[in-house]
């Protein structure tokens, strides 16, 4: 089965800052790599499809890219509408979620 | 617009049966595969499974044993049926459209007598 190893696991940080959230792959997933954010209570929304995509509504200070097997979701200027818990998807091999970043406020 | 909606009990005895329903609008079963994603409060996503638009399914090795998916594409209904239910699969189940694009609400199980 695919591993996804995501770090960190909690991430403090202010409005306005630049932040990168990765998972690695244990085995090759191409580029088969999803981002979602969810907010308490709610259903999980998709951020990024295919590594680098941007989704449908999703505002352009979010970015996904990819390293060999390790895969960052980065968001620029945070705002605080982005407090949130984000979780990577791999669909390569069935699929495997990352155990998620949570995303507040330092 | 397209919509998903879970459906379920709420509340099931341990060793029970789980039967929950995602009922979709907007969209063809026919064209679209529908997947089951599960949350433990406070935990990270599981995907359960998976109804593909051909009537086929995948599971989670991790639930073969007792998960069985199904569809009824005349009343836009996906099922999923899982025994043997114990406390650690008390959560919230989710059904989702095949691109993880359109998510139902989510609907919480509990596992308790």
């Known amino acids: 089965d695919i591993q996804m190893t995501q770090s960190p696991s909690s991430l403090p940080a202010s409005l306005g800052d630049r932040v990168t959230i990765t998972c690695r792959a244990s085995q090759d997933i191409g580029n088969y790599l999803r981002w979602f954010q969810q907010k308490p209570g709610k259903s999980p929304r998709l951020m990024i499809y295919g590594a680098t995509n941007l989704a449908a509504g999703v505002p352009s200070r979010f970015s996904g890219s990819r390293s060999g097997s390790d895969y960052s979701l980065t968001i620029n200027s945070l705002e605080s509408e982005d407090m949130a818990i984000y979780y990577c998807l791999q669909h390569n091999e069935y699929h495997t979620f990352g155990a998620g970043t949570k995303l507040e406020l330092k | 617009q397209v919509q998903l909606k879970e459906s379920g009990p709420g509340l099931v005895q341990p060793s029970q049966t789980l039967s929950l329903t995602c009922t979709v609008s907007?969209?063809?079963?026919?064209?679209?595969?529908v997947h089951w994603v599960r949350q433990h409060s406070g935990k990270s996503l599981e995907w359960m499974g998976r109804?593909?638009?051909?009537?086929?399914?995948s599971y989670n090795s991790a639930f073969t044993s007792r998960l069985s998916i199904s569809r009824d594409t005349s009343k836009s209904q996906v099922f999923l049926k899982m025994n043997s239910l114990q406390t650690e699969d008390t959560g919230t189940y989710y059904c989702?459209?095949?691109?993880?694009?359109?998510w139902g609400p989510g609907t919480m199980v509990t596992v308790s007598s």
């Open positions: 109804m593909w638009s051909d009537g086929d399914t």
């Open positions: 989702a459209r095949r691109d993880f694009d359109f």
């Open positions: 907007g969209f063809s079963l026919t064209s679209y595969s």
